[in-house]
């Protein structure tokens, strides 16, 4: 799964994607992912030096007026343009190599917080779906709306409120796409439908103390009847 990331602010998720089990899957080549700054698509006008504040500007107030500033398509569409192109170009290199080379199949996902829930079972779906994940973060009050009438794709929230960006949300929703990728937890026993889905889990020691008050492992899991812990388990756990 390769994740192509529009965004004004590159820099905010490397901490985050290069940690652990996401470290690790990138090692391994499950996952992979590109960054692409709407800046870099805008070209300097013939008098702007450097200097210039603002240079390379992307965003212009709202028609209709109201506070704030909103991203201007252009910048946006031209990313987009050429990450569709990268992914082609990159495709008809390959064919041949591929078993009857099969198409790269490709979701964008513009981010918004009106948009549909994002959820575990959507994330599960993109990732047996497709290869390649263009997410296209906003900022200030959004995108001009033009952007996901021309690239359609999936209008997607991570919840009901608002961030200052889609950065955050992007990360949220990569986080819980690569999970889902065949081999990035190591141990496929976790993903979804066999994992250990329990809101309370436990491990040593058996009998912790703190403060004076001993805190105990429910006795069923220590019993070693595996279909009753299955049980207790299903029991407390959430359905997705
Ligand atoms: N004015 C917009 C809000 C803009 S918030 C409105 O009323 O809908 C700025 C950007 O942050 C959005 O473009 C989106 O990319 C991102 N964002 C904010 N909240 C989000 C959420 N809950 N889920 C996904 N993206 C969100």
Not at 111 to 132: E, M
Not at 223 to 235: C, F, L, T, V
Request: charged share 30%; hydrophobic share 35%; net charge positive.
């Amino acid at each position: 799964m390769k994740f192509h990331i529009v965004t004004l602010f590159p820099e905010s998720f490397s901490s985050y994607l290069n940690e652990s089990i996401l470290a690790r899957a990138q090692k391994n080549k499950l996952i992979d992912f590109k960054f692409y700054n709407p800046r870099d698509f805008v070209k300097p006008t013939k008098t702007q030096t450097k200097h210039d504040k603002p240079y390379l500007r992307v965003d212009e107030k709202p028609y209709g007026g109201g506070p704030g500033m909103l991203i201007q398509a252009e910048p946006i569409l031209k990313a987009l343009t050429f990450i569709k192109n990268k992914i082609e170009k990159a495709q008809k290199n390959k064919v041949g190599e591929r078993k009857g080379g099969t198409k790269n199949k490709i979701k964008i996902i513009h981010l918004s917080p009106s948009g549909k829930k994002f959820t575990n079972t959507y994330a599960a779906g993109v990732a047996k779906k497709f290869d390649h994940l263009i997410i296209v973060c906003g900022r200030y009050e959004g995108i001009d709306a033009r952007v996901k009438k021309i690239f359609k794709g999936d209008e997607l929230s991570i919840g009901d409120y608002v961030l200052t960006g889609g950065e955050l949300a992007a990360l949220v929703m990569i986080d819980t796409i690569s999970r889902q990728v065949k081999g990035v937890l190591g141990n496929q026993d976790s993903v979804e439908e066999m994992r250990n889905a329990s809101p309370d889990v436990y491990t040593r020691p058996e009998i912790l103390v703190f403060n004076g008050k001993k805190y105990k492992v429910p006795t069923i899991l220590l019993s070693g009847n595996h279909a009753k812990i299955e049980e207790w388990r299903a029991k407390q756990a959430k359905k997705f």
